[in-house]
């Protein structure tokens, strides 16, 4: 099929190269110049693992195009809105990019095809976007109005394009589904030859979830709001395992060995960040507000997620008593790992914060580096976690990155100024970091000291004299 993507972001590129390469003939769209030079050179303007392939191999077969929004449009027969969301002053979704889309749409495309919502929106946006692609139609044109909402995540944005658990259509009539199920005919069957894993044996078929439009935009947002709080409910219970003497880790284990409750997303931590839960929760709230309804529910959350950059704050100035002066070597920039996404994340206010405090920070981010350069020039970047940490009087774990938890900490006790790791994410196991002669700081858990001698087999003692556990 003819599809045209608008939006080459996080979403739209992910979608454009992913369509293409299950066979359709996809435009990609931006209204930013400078990303569209990039993409018909080859390079991407960002990092998700594998999207790098799927764009250079489908560019290269033709199946995949850049261009502007206005050529984009015409001759489709499906057209995916992807462009951003981001919050008003006032917490709102800023649709004007939405609008705009839909007035090119309008005025260029003729006969009928599919208009598709894939941004994240408040209910009732499709209703509107219909009456607006209207009401700007110029050349004659009939368009059936989808509501798709996407739930991809960075970093694994790929596979959850062609595994997703469901896919959920929002359709103000059947015929509409059909055509839209055509293009999704190869993920629904699960018959496509899969880029990310070799001998795929992920193979199961998604949920092919049929609403109204007003519906599918609720999944959306209850999705991540829900999502979001748990977050804030685990670390809650974090503070409160702190103040206790109790290990949040194996509460969360406990808790989510309960399939009503679920493993997933009980992690402690610095809170949620990036381009999605922060504003989509308080978008959710004022779209609950307007309507009537009191979410004061999903406002704690917020609170909760916002209390928790302080949080970590005040575990580094309890360490480190003075921050004025302190060499500090934070590692991740990222707003989680595998991506270069920095917006919303908790490292800038992290970072921001430790420098207004008076605080030199070098940092080292395997892929946002430079994303967090444009915007935190101040700080020193690293080419490596070991370079950060040079003569460092705290090391700050601030995304779990994976290569953090294979450091060798025999050569990083060898290069710091003072071992002692404050653990933002759990990520570490407590045990190997104190037996490496470092003091350990995380969330929910009681400190463990550095271990000087450790006698073979014997755990290292946490600070409240109990054995840590591995
Ligand atoms: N990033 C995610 O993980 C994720 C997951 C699910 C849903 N979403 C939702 O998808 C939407 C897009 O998110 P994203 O992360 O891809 O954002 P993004 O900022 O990475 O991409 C949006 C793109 O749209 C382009 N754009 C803006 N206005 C335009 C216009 N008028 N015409 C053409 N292009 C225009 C921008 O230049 C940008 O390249 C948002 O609503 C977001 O909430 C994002």
């Not at 099929?1 to 359709?24: F, K, P, Q, R, W």
């Not at 839909?102 to 976007?129: D, F, H, M, N, Y």
């Not at 969360?252 to 990036?274: E, H, K, W």
């Not at 309890?318 to 990222?334: F, H, Q, T, Y």
């Amino acid at each position: 099929m003819n599809i045209s993507v608008i939006g080459a972001g996080y979403v739209g590129l992910t979608t454009a190269a992913c369509l293409a390469e299950i066979g359709h003939t996809v435009r990609c769209a931006d209204n930013d110049e400078a990303k569209l030079a990039l993409l018909r050179n080859g390079q991407l303007p960002f990092f998700e693992p594998h999207l790098e392939d799927l764009v250079r191999r489908n560019s290269r077969n033709g199946r995949l195009r850049f261009a502007t929004t206005e050529e984009a449009v015409v001759g489709s027969e499906a057209i995916f809105i992807c462009v951003g969301t981001p919050p008003l002053e006032n917490g709102e979704a800023d649709l004007s990019a939405i609008a705009n889309v839909a007035r090119t749409i309008a005025q260029r495309v003729t006969g009928s095809c599919l208009v598709i919502e894939k941004s994240t929106v408040p209910v009732q946006t499709g209703q509107r976007l219909k009456r607006q692609l209207e009401l700007y139609s110029t050349r004659g044109f009939h368009c059936d109005l989808i509501s798709n909402p996407e739930f991809l995540r960075e970093g694994s944005a790929i596979e959850d394009f062609f595994h997703p658990d469901r896919i959920v259509i929002g359709v103000e009539r059947q015929q509409a589904a059909e055509r839209l199920s055509e293009i999704y005919r190869p993920v629904l069957e699960q018959s496509f030859d899969c880029p990310v894993h070799q001998n795929c044996s992920v193979k199961k078929n998604p949920a092919w979830v049929v609403t109204d439009t007003n519906s599918a935009e609720l999944i959306k947002h209850a999705s991540n709001s829900f999502l979001a709080m748990k977050i804030s409910f685990i670390n809650m219970v974090a503070d409160l395992c702190e103040s206790v003497g109790a290990d949040v880790t194996k509460v969360a284990l406990g808790m989510g060995m309960d399939p009503r409750i679920g493993a997933a997303f009980l992690n402690p931590g610095i809170g949620f960040g990036g381009f999605c839960f922060p504003k989509d929760v308080q978008a959710f709230v004022r779209i609950a507000e307007k309507s009537g309804c009191d979410f004061n529910l999903l406002r704690e959350v917020e609170k909760v997620n916002k209390r928790r950059i302080e949080h970590f704050l005040e575990k580094i100035r309890k360490e480190l008593w003075v921050i004025r002066g302190r060499k500090i070597a934070v590692w991740g920039l990222a707003f989680k790992p595998n991506t270069d996404d920095v917006r919303f994340a908790p490292s800038l206010e992290i970072v921001r914060a430790l420098i207004h405090e008076g605080a030199t920070v070098k940092a080292y981010d395997p892929q946002a580096t430079e994303k967090a350069r444009a915007i935190m020039p101040e700080v020193e970047y690293c080419a490596s976690p070991y370079e950060a940490a040079q003569d460092a009087e705290a090391i700050l774990l601030v995304t779990e990155w994976p290569e953090f938890r294979a450091i060798d900490w025999q050569r990083l006790r060898g290069v710091v100024d003072r071992p002692l790791v404050i653990d933002g994410r759990n990520a570490l196991d407590p045990a190997k970091v104190a037996e490496s002669g470092f003091h350990y700081v995380s969330i929910g858990r009681q400190p463990v000291l550095a271990v000087p001698n450790v006698i073979e087999g014997e755990p290292p003692l946490r600070v409240d004299g109990a054995a840590s556990t591995r």
